[in-house]
Antibody
Framework: EVQLVQSGAEVKKPGESLKISCKGS????????IGWVRQMPGKGLEWMGI????????RYSPSFQGQVTISADKSISTAYLQWSSLKASDTAMYYC??????????????WGQGTLVTVSS | SSELTQDPAVSVALGQTVRITCQGD??????ASWYQQKPGQAPVLVIY???NRPSGIPDRFSGSSSGNTASLTITGAQAEDEADYYC????????????FGGGTKLTVL
């Protein structure tokens, strides 16, 4: 079964650093891009960026460039999303999802279960 | 343009047909994919490409596209279809960026 399993919920203070993870299994992790998506409380989905674990080629949404760092460790089939200094406005659910592409078709499937990040003093 | 526009809310009577639309310039170049999200759950892919359903998605879900508009149609809506629906497309800027629509809250009456 192809699946992405994310790390557990985090509660952090403003200014702290954080790295959350997304572990793939059941497929060739290095062959497919992994995307990250933010969902703030009561809001919609926002695309943050994407990484190709095979060579760590990474692209960011302009809205998130410089705000987060996306990385991957292909030896353990895991992608990461990290912050160096959290803000209260980073409070959200974060999802990872695998990108599949075929010609003009592209879609995200499967998705991880989500990691809730709460930033509060 | 890197925006996809959806109606915030749509309602449908049980058993009737509903269409959820998504507009954006990128849809002239790329097909949309559609995701269903129920409260407290991760999004689930329901339609991708021209009109493709992943395994396990009922055939009452279908997709279509014309010009800058993509549509998700549910034929014979069921109570369990009540959810938020998001469209997604690759950005037509040429960069490897993607964009989501703002989401449509579907209520089944």
């Amino acid at each position: 079964e192809v699946q992405l399993v994310q790390s557990g919920a985090e509660v952090k203070k403003p200014g702290e650093s954080l790295k959350i993870s997304c572990k793939g299994s059941g497929y060739s992790f290095t062959s497919y891009w992994i995307g990250w998506v933010r969902q703030m409380p009561g809001k919609g989905l926002e695309w943050m960026g994407i990484i190709y674990p095979g060579d760590s080629d990474t692209r960011y949404s302009p809205s998130f460039q410089g705000q987060v760092t996306i990385s991957a460790d292909k030896s353990i089939s895991t992608a990461y999303l990290q912050w160096s200094s959290l803000k209260a406005s980073d409070t959200a659910m974060y999802y990872c999802a695998s990108l599949l592409e075929w010609g003009d078709y592209n879609w995200f499937d499967p998705w991880g279960q989500g990691t809730l990040v709460t930033v509060s003093s | 343009s890197s925006e996809l526009t959806q109606d915030p809310a749509v309602s449908v009577a049980l058993g009737q047909t509903v269409r959820i639309t998504c507009q954006g310039d990128s849809l002239r170049s790329y097909y949309a994919s559609w995701y269903q999200q129920k409260p407290g759950q991760a999004p689930v892919l329901v339609i991708y490409g021209k009109n493709n359903r992943p395994s396990g998605i009922p055939d009452r879900f279908s997709g279509s596209s014309s010009g800058n508009t993509a549509s998700l149609t549910i034929t014979g809506a069921q109570a369990e279809d009540e959810a938020d629906y998001y469209c997604n497309s690759r950005d037509s800027s040429g960069n490897r960026n993607w964009v989501f629509g703002g989401g449509t809250k579907l209520t089944v009456l």
